[in-house]
């Protein structure tokens, strides 16, 4: 398999349960602006989106969405901790998550990354996110990950919520959600991931 990814993107989520889940891959940069790849490819030819995360396997089929890819992942190694079995309760709550934090912390985020919108209207966005942390800060009270056991939706929680201080946004004022950030980061996979995606070479 082959992941295509960007620095400090979504992309980082799969990448974690890739190592999590210790499946075979190959990492690819892709430049965000030119939409060059590390491996000589416009990425649009790859990914008609034009934007990260892509999957590709090893039938040439190539798989987009975050929170689709992070499934299929779990799904090749059966009986693993990071999802519940596909057709249970327990994985319909799993898809709740990952609809929640597509939705409103991912894309309630992706207004902020946009100077070009005045700063009344995004202070608008903030609020909203805001509520959106409380809900989640509050969820986290009494346990450690959002699921039970460390899963794929708090890979991909983790991965959203790095984003914070790029709007400084401080994590400290959720001290639960502060708690969480530092026991993802801490873990193994969590680092090898960061620390391959910051040693390849810009494209």
Not at 170 to 196: C, G, H, Q, T, Y
Request: aromatic share 10%.
């Amino acid at each position: 398999m082959k992941l295509y990814f960007a620095p400090m993107t979504c992309s980082l989520s799969p990448h974690i349960v890739l190592r999590e889940l210790g499946l075979s891959f190959e990492l690819i940069r892709v430049n965000n602006k030119t939409k060059a790849t590390a491996d000589g490819r416009d990425f649009r030819d790859i990914n008609p989106k034009g934007y990260v995360a892509a999957l590709v396997l090893e039938n040439g089929e190539v798989l987009t969405e975050g929170p689709a890819i992070v499934q299929y992942l779990a799904d090749q190694v059966p009986g693993n901790s990071l999802a519940p079995a596909n057709g249970t309760w327990e994985r319909t709550r799993l898809q709740e998550l990952l609809n929640f934090i597509a939705s409103e912390i991912h894309g309630g985020s992706a207004p902020l990354f946009n100077a070009d919108i005045p700063g009344s209207t995004q202070e608008i966005f903030r609020q909203k996110l805001f509520k959106r942390l409380d809900y989640l800060n509050k969820g986290l009270e009494n346990k450690d990950y959002l699921q039970g056991d460390f899963g794929l939706a708090d890979a991909y929680l983790f991965t959203v919520l790095k984003w914070l201080p790029f709007f400084n946004i401080d994590i400290k004022n959720w001290l639960e959600l502060a708690s969480f950030m530092n026991r993802i980061e801490a873990r193994p996979s969590v680092r090898a991931a960061i620390a391959a995606e910051e040693a390849t070479q810009p494209v």
